[in-house]
């Protein structure tokens, strides 16, 4: 049996009759084929796709921040880095990013590509707060830490004066984060 085929005809945009065949058998073989793979990909799509925070493969580590207790992903490889929470569309609550740098040095930031405004808490070696800064939504200003760092921690903006962090304050890096620069 052969596939039945019609013609059919269209207008361009300037006017132009367009004729062409048109193939039941093929446009429903692809449709069908189009449908198996949307069932296939789509929900490893959605098991994939960011959210509240959770890139596939970077490891979390919890952490008291002002008594409160935190879950973030930790960030040591210089592409997990220059990443950091882009293409998320919000951050929960209760999470956050640290960034653990292989050296004490100044560290400069920026929110590019991120949808939501963010609280930067700067750390020295010892845990020490050097420094607090706030980062605007799809910022590209580069923000510092001013002095030497060795990690900075990414919350969502006011977590730092809600659960009462200053700079001077001494924070306990917990140890999978102290040891996990450059993984």
Known sequence: MQPQRRRDAEENAEGTRITFLKSNFFSA??????????????????????NGCGHAGLPTVSM???GTPFTLEMATTPSEQITGLMHRDH?????????IFPNIALQNF?????????????L???????????MEKFSDLNISSDVPAKYAI?????????????TGDL?????????????
């Open 64 to 66: 008291q921040i002002g």
């Open 110 to 122: 920026w929110n590019h590509d991120v949808s939501f405004p963010l609280d930067l808490i700067f």
């Open 171 to 183: 924070l306990s890096i917990p140890s999978q984060a102290a040891g996990a620069a450059g993984r």
């Open 91 to 99: 951050l929960d609550p209760d999470k956050g990013m640290i960034f």
């Open 124 to 134: 020295d070696q010892n845990g020490k707060v050097v420094s607090i800064k706030r």
């Open 29 to 50: 073989s692809v449709s069908a084929s189009l449908r198996l793979c949307g069932c296939i990909l789509l929900p490893l799509i959605l098991l994939v796709a960011p």
């Open 154 to 166: 990414e919350l969502n903006a006011g977590t730092a004066a809600e659960v009462g962090i200053k």
